[in-house]
């Protein structure tokens, strides 16, 4: 009876968190004298009643989300900061969100996010890095560590991360140098892992589905001794799956250990790990002719979804990637804490295959096809040093960070290239020998390093929040160019420094809304260099942005609108020369101004929202090349949207059931010339689920679930090169999922 009348109480003052985080009261100290008042109540059982218990419903920004709606957020501040005021647009996909649309990977589980499009290169690719934010690629972090970007290595060695180790993902959206340093103008993806747990969980999870999918997953954690000093968690999965795409394999094994150490209350640190093992067929892109797909052709018709322009007993592609690092941080009192995260990264590629050369020959059925191979690598040590200090002068309260970060990235990338036999590509015959062409082409090595140091202060007076941040760095690249074919060696070496920063104003409003205006730069230096081996500029950029956040009292609810304006200077796009492949150049400036606005809500129990919309006006807006000017960025749509609703019965003879469903919608876009239109698309998902516990008890924790992506089974070309060629999105697929919690 006493938790009732506390826990009821809690609930009547949860109007009030808002105020209290505002004023001098903490809310440490209201929890404490809710639990003393309740206790003065009733003796004797009163002390059973813990401040933890109570405390332990706050979101955490590291934490997991009891839904889709999250609150909190260190990825715009790096600091513990509620989202309303962040003065930056920062949307958090969750953990509940990934399982229930099923995604099964990071740029699927964006599918949903305002002004982000993920999966640019279709089905048949299986990295995360071609994700866009507001026209500009996004850059990955893990853990607010920078992952390996590929930037000398035409992107083969980025990360992919497991999305079943994940608890959240956030994107940042903006110029956001100051607090990561190298980032682009479009802003960034920062995936939070699952970390040790205080309290037991455990999970188990089967899944089958198109393709031949099955797959194993599992979920531990806890504490290890009974005061929970040492805690820990040990995710992991194992799949075996083909691909819409024949001889395209799906398979993966990955590994997370997590483990906790807090010898005190003030100090905790916590070591992870990652280990990712892929031993799959051809996984690059799978370019198609235009002829067959973006239009059907004259005398075959379109190319089936299924259809494959490689050599099965030729191709092969194998992935190694590994991490270990840490999060350690130690609070000296109520007022100063300091934070250090360190983590190394290996990965490693090799890749044989035969990609398509040209478009179609005259009979409308013949495609000449040339054979590759890449051996690429990459080394990063990334290392991040914060001291947070909170402290009033005055009428302000200040949370204020200093910080020092350090980078240093080594990567290698070995190309070669052979000739390979045309395919009749509507009606393929394969088994052709194939000669590796070993590594004949191009080898290029790089190393980036980078130290920055930042600092930050957010000021608060009465329901004004101001943010200002600021940040210098040194970047130094080295690049090694040898271009096999014509025997030349290129060596450059750069150091560039630049200052970025950020300010930005709130206001807060006892209705939750928070009016915001915010300015932001960025400098990103990097190791990628054009065919010939000559160094880029640093990418420049500055974003104008201005909006609205709500987070209403009376309901479990977030809106978040914006309008912005974004400009770089040295924007790196594909190489146009076909004979140039992976290659890059640089443009002079783009511009890309627009709105996005997305909203999130737990409407009543068991029923939950989001919606979705973006538009972008972008285009070049200088260039060496006059006829440049005016063209619109390659695979970016101008409008964007997208709307998913779930509801699980909460009563009666079907309580357990839950039913859900979205619509996603992707503008027209165009490739690097602007000379090949890609049609917009509209796709449909649904899911059905029933929680088995409400059949019988015994089977309490148990959950079984169903999810159908692209439910109508559209025929649609995700994106088109810059040489001839498309690529397919992702056909309908259906995955059933059983898992059981205790």
């Known amino acids: 009876m006493l938790y009732t009348t506390v826990f009821r109480r809690f609930t009547a003052i949860q109007r009030s968190v808002r105020a209290c985080a505002l004023s001098q009261i903490s809310l440490p100290a209201l929890f404490v004298a809710l639990a003393t008042d309740a206790s003065a109540q009733q003796s004797g059982p009163a002390i059973r009643l813990d401040t933890i218990e109570v405390q332990g419903t706050r979101e955490q920004a590291l934490g997991p989300v009891n839904g889709y709606v999250a609150t909190r957020s260190a990825t715009g501040s790096k600091t513990d900061t509620p989202l309303i005021e962040v003065p930056q647009t920062v949307n958090v996909v969750t953990a509940d969100q990934i399982r229930a649309q099923g995604a099964q990977s990071v740029s699927e589980s964006l599918r949903y996010t305002a002004g982000v499009r993920g999966e640019t290169y279709g089905a048949a690719s299986q990295f995360d890095s071609y994700t866009q934010i507001r026209g500009f690629k996004g850059d990955l972090f893990l853990d607010g560590l920078r992952l390996p970007d590929g930037a000398a290595t035409a992107d083969w060695t980025t990360s992919v991360v497991e999305p079943y180790g994940l ?3 956030e994107v940042l959206k903006g110029p956001s140098s100051v607090l990561y340093g190298q980032s682009g103008p479009g802003g960034l993806v920062n995936m939070v892992s699952k970390r040790p747990t205080a309290t037991p969980l455990r999970e188990i999870q089967l899944q089958t589905g198109s393709f031949g999918r099955l797959q194993g997953a599992f979920d531990l954690s ?3 001794d009974p005061q929970g000093t040492f805690l820990y968690r040990l995710t992991g999965l194992a799949r075996n799956s083909g691909t819409q795409t024949d001889f395209i394999d799906d398979d993966r094994l990955f590994i997370a250990p997590a483990f906790t150490w807090r010898p005190s209350a003030d100090t905790t640190l916590t070591v992870m790990g990652q280990y990712l093992r892929e031993r799959n067929g051809k996984t690059s892109f799978n370019y198609l002719p235009t002829s067959g797909t973006l239009h059907p052709n004259p005398v075959n018709g379109r190319l089936p979804w299924n259809r494959y322009a490689g050599e099965p007993g030729f191709d092969r592609f194998e992935r190694d990637q590994g991490s270990i690092g840490y999060a ?22 090799y890749l044989r295959a035969l990609n398509r050369n040209g478009e179609l020959l005259a009979d409308n059925r013949t495609l000449n096809r040339a054979a590759f191979r890449i051996d690429a690598a990459a080394r990063a040590f990334t290392l991040d040093n914060r001291l947070e200090a909170k402290f009033g002068t005055g009428p302000l309260s200040h949370t204020a960070l200093i910080g020092l970060d350090y980078r240093n990235e080594i990567s290698q990338y070995d190309v070669g290239r052979g000739p390979a036999p045309s395919i009749q590509i509507f009606n393929p015959v394969y088994g052709a020998p194939v000669a590796d062409p070993g590594i004949n082409f191009q080898r290029k090595d790089a190393e980036l390093r980078q130290l920055g140091f930042y600092a930050q202060d957010q000021i608060k007076l009465d329901r004004w929040i101001a943010t200002f941040s600021g940040r210098y760095d040194i970047a130094e690249t080295r690049t090694r160019t040898q271009t096999l074919t014509t025997n030349t060696l290129t060596r450059t070496s750069t150091t560039d420094r630049a200052f970025s920063g950020r300010a930005g104003l709130s206001y807060v409003f006892d209705n939750g809304i928070a009016p915001y205006v915010s300015v932001s730069t960025s400098f990103q230096p990097t190791a990628a260099t054009d065919f010939s081996g000559a160094a880029f500029k640093p990418l420049t950029s500055r974003q104008y942005e ?3 956040k709500y987070q209403p ?32 150049v640089q443009l002079g400036e783009v511009s890309v101004r627009g709105f996005d606005v997305e ?35 390659p695979g970016t749509p101008m409008h964007q949207g997208s709307l998913w609703a779930d509801y699980a019965i909460q009563g009666g003879p079907f309580a357990g059931l839950s039913l859900g469903g979205g619509v996603r919608f992707v503008g027209s876009t165009y490739d690097t010339n602007n000379t090949v239109r890609i049609p917009s698309y509209t796709l449909v998902d649904a899911t059905i689920g029933y929680d088995l516990g409400k059949l019988m008890p015994a089977l309490n924790g148990a959950k079984l679930s169903v999810v159908a992506k692209n439910l109508f089974d559209r025929y649609y070309v995700s994106q088109c090169g810059n040489v001839p060629g498309c690529t397919l999105g992702s056909r309908r697929t259906v995955l059933a999922t059983l898992s059981y919690r205790w």
């Open 546 to 548: 201005a909006g609205v």
């Open 553 to 584: 009292a009376w309901m479990n609810a977030s809106l978040t609108a914006a309008v912005f304006d974004i400009r770089q200077d040295n924007t790196l796009t594909g190489d146009p020369n076909p004979a140039h492949p992976f290659a890059q």
């Open 167 to 169: 608890e959240r993902v």
């Open 328 to 349: 350690f941080e130690h609070r000296f009192n109520d007022s100063l804490t300091f934070s250090q995260n360190l983590r190394y990264t290996q990965n490693d590629v």
């Open 599 to 633: 909203a999130r809500a737990q409407l009543t129990e068991g029923l939950g929202l989001i919606a979705s919309y973006a538009f972008l006006d972008h285009e070049i807006t200088k260039s060496s090349i006059a006829t440049d000017i005016g063209k619109r960025l």
């Open 222 to 224: 806890g504490p290890i």
